[in-house]
């Protein structure tokens, strides 16, 4: 079946403009996260969505991030003001149930370049 | 000191040699452990997962963990090419589902 796909696979923005990165998880999945790769370094969670549940937004760097998950299924991450520090690849990952210990698959992500 | 830590290489092993990766964590509640495989310019993809002490293979691929000195690692014997990636260990808790990854090992395989 199709795996997580997210869009637009390459943003190229300037300083100060706002962003929306978008995830369509595998069907069937209540769990969706955000995930930031910067370049050299490991995946920094950002949040985390499970079913009807409030989302755990521990990870987002600063109020200037927000994202939300319509319908329990698609989900849009905003970025508004960009920086140039927010360069880097979002990946959008779901799991089956959301438990500890599921797998997490990965979508291609998003490259994000703020000029 | 950072919550999941791992060399980041390179580390170069010949082709048909065993490549061991190795990967730290500092909390002691961590209870789910996983290695991933990135690709340059692709997402992580799951390897293995291991959750008791000791080992666990599959495959070429071998976990093993040990929750006394925090340590879990990953072997892979008969090294390929194809093997030739950055290697992400990853954690979580139960109770929190979120991954909390290492900045990743990168191996090479040398023909």
């Known amino acids: 079946g199709a795996g997580v796909s997210q869009s637009p696979s390459n943003k190229v923005t300037e300083k100060g403009k706002d962003v929306e990165l978008r995830c369509d998880p595998i069907s069937g999945h209540t769990a969706l996260y955000w995930y930031r790769q910067s370049l050299g370094q490991g995946l920094e969670f950002l949040i985390y969505f499970q079913g009807n549940s409030a989302p755990d937004k521990s990870g987002l760097p600063s109020d200037r991030f927000s994202a939300e998950r319509t319908g329990g299924s698609v989900s849009t991450l905003t970025i508004q003001r960009t920086q140039q520090e927010d360069s880097a690849v979002y990946l959008c990952?779901?799991?089956?149930?959301?438990?500890?210990?599921?797998?997490?698959?990965f979508g291609p992500g998003t490259r994000l370049t703020v000029l | 000191q950072k919550e999941v830590e791992q060399n980041s290489g390179p580390l170069s092993v010949p082709e048909g040699a065993i490549a061991s990766l190795n990967c730290t964590y500092s909390d002691r509640g961590s209870q789910s452990f996983f290695w991933y495989r990135q690709y340059s310019g692709k997402s992580p993809e799951l390897i293995m997962f291991i959750y008791s002490n000791g080992d666990k293979e599959d495959g070429r691929f071998t976990a093993q963990l040990n929750k006394a000195s925090q340590y879990v690692s990953l072997l892979i014997r008969d090294s390929q090419p194809s093997d030739s990636a950055t290697y992400l260990c990853?954690?979580?808790?139960?109770?929190?589902?979120?991954?909390?990854f290492g900045t990743g090992t990168r191996l090479t395989i040398i023909p």
């Open positions: 990952a779901s799991s089956l149930y959301g438990l500890a210990g599921d797998e997490q698959f």
């Open positions: 990853a954690v979580n808790n139960f109770g929190n589902e979120k991954l909390t």
